[in-house]
Each structure stands twice: as structure tokens, then as C-alpha cells.
């Protein structure tokens, strides 16, 4: 599944060959995604310049004079920019047309992803109650400490919580704890500050790089033949229960939390 850095990698692949654009014509071949695509969609955006490609969480949004096109890649989605005649392949259910002769293809084979309209100066539902943007200077240990006073839940559940900070899947959360020496079974509100700033240091650490590594990949999202480039990256603690840790030696812990497949040293994380 596409993580907040595969799609902060996208955003940047896209951005050179999309902003500044005209759309030309939207192709829709299907009516729905996750969710109905908005019928309309085609000719509000139709004519429109992008002026920008952001990023909020995990979707993207194009945005135009009137709206935004609202992304999102689900479990399987992938964007590339290519020539507007490139034969279509299996699952590629949308063209955003290009004034340069191009296009800006969407392809999703499990349909979890979505495309949706959100009308200049308004806010979609589905981004309304999110919390700050890890990298952002909003997010730091305060917030975290703050938000987690009388919390019970583990703190690897509370990290993953989209009202708390969006994007921290569980990968990067494994990973994050790992690295600040934080045990994902210990209660939110029991973690001290000093921690907290630890771990959302180690979040802005863990998502920075493999930010940075996705650099290296962003042709895979613009080339015809690419498949999504998912960075394969040097693991800690996600995936490796059982293994010894890197830092102690010490055999990793692995236990479901919050329904999610979690692995900790015992002896590091605490
Ligand atoms: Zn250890």
C-alpha cells in the first residue's frame, strides 16, 4: 500500500510535468472508484490550468481555479504522465489530458483509490479532522505529550491515528518507536515529553528518508513501462519478529496492536 512517502514521491514526480498545465479533457472509463466519481468532474476541470500539487495525508489534489481533484491511490493506485496515445493497459480507469499532448493516467487494479472534487475554499469531508503534517513544524513532541494526557491506548495506536498526526502508517511507526526507544504497548498518556520529542524527531527522521530515497525512484512514476516504485529500505523492526535486534542482539517481539502486526526489541524499547 502506498504510504505517505510513495505518495509524497508521486507528488514530486508529478509536479514538473503537471503544474502550469491546461487540462485538455478528462476521460473517465468508469463511474466509480472506491466511491462515485462526481460526473461533473470532467467539465469543471476541463479548460482549467494546475496551479499546484499538494499533498494532505495520503491525498493529492490538483488544483485549479475552481476546485481541487481530489487523489487517492488506495491500496494499488499509481499516476504517470505519459503520451496521450501510450495503449491503455488493464485497470486504467482515468485520463486527466494534458494541453502538451499528454496525459496524466490513473491506474488502480483493486479500486480502493478514489478521485473526488473539492470546490475552491472548501474543505472535503475526508480531510476535515486531520491532524498536522508530520513534517510540518506543527507536529513535535508537544503536540504529541499534549494530545496524549489520560490516553490509554498504546502509543504505536495513537501515532497511527489520523486525528493525531496523518501518514504515520504502520510501518513507519514500528520503525519510528524503534528508533526512539519507545515500547508500542506502552500507554500514550504515560509517555513522558522528553520522549515525545524523541519520537516525533524519529518520525520526521524515518519519513524524511525514505522521502529522500523515493528521489531516486521518481522516473518509475513517470515512464511508461515503471511500475510504482515502493522503496525497499533497510528495516529495523517492521517485518522482523524473532529476528535479533540490531542495536542489543536480543530476539524482536511480535504482537498484534490495534489489529495491527507490531514487532519491538524488549530490551530497547521501554
Ligand atoms: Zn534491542
Redesign the pocket.
Known amino acids: 500500500m502506498p504510504e505517505l512517502p510513495e505518495v509524497e514521491t508521486t507528488r514530486r514526480g508529478l509536479l514538473p510535468h503537471v503544474a502550469g498545465r491546461t487540462i485538455a479533457a478528462v476521460t473517465l472509463r468508469r463511474a466509480d472508484l472506491r466511491w462515485p466519481i462526481p460526473p461533473e468532474l470532467p467539465q469543471w476541470l476541463a479548460g482549467q490550468r494546475v496551479e499546484d500539487v499538494r499533498r494532505r495525508a495520503k491525498y493529492l489534489l490538483l488544483d485549479t481555479a475552481p476546485g481541487s481533484a481530489l487523489l487517492h491511490l488506495g491500496m494499488s493506485g499509481s499516476l504517470r504522465v505519459l503520451p496521450a496515445d501510450t495503449p491503455l493497459r488493464a485497470h486504467d480507469h482515468v485520463d486527466i489530458g494534458l494541453d502538451d499532448g499528454r496525459v496524466l493516467r490513473f491506474n488502480d487494479p483493486r479500486r480502493f483509490g478514489c478521485l473526488l472534487w473539492q470546490p475552491a475554499g472548501d474543505v472535503h469531508p475526508l480531510l476535515a479532522g486531520l491532524g498536522p503534517e508530520p513534517l510540518s513544524d506543527a507536529f513535535d513532541g508537544g503536540h504529541l505529550y499534549r494530545l496524549s494526557r489520560g490516553r490509554k491506548a498504546p502509543v504505536k495506536a495513537f501515532l497511527m491515528d489520523q486525528a493525531v498526526v496523518v501518514g504515520v502508517g504502520n510501518i513507519y511507526a514500528a520503525e519510528a518507536l524503534f528508533m526512539a526507544g519507545v515500547s508500542p504497548l506502552r500507554a500514550a498518556g504515560k509517555v513522558s515529553r522528553d520522549r515525545y520529542v524523541l519520537l516525533a524527531d524519529a518520525v520526521k527522521a524515518v519519513l524524511g528518508h525514505a522521502i529522500e530515497r523515493g528521489g531516486t525512484t521518481l522516473r518509475d512514476f513517470i515512464s511508461p513501462d515503471g511500475a510504482p516504485g515502493y522503496f525497499e529500505q533497510e528495516l529495523n523492526a517492521y517485518g522482523r519478529g524473532g529476528a535479533p535486534?540490531r542495536?542489543?542482539g536480543?530476539a524482536l517481539r511480535q504482537a498484534l496492536i490495534g489489529q495491527r502486526a507490531s514487532v519491538w526489541?524488549p530490551?530497547?524499547q521501554r
Open positions: 535486534c542495536r542489543c536480543r526489541c530490551a530497547c
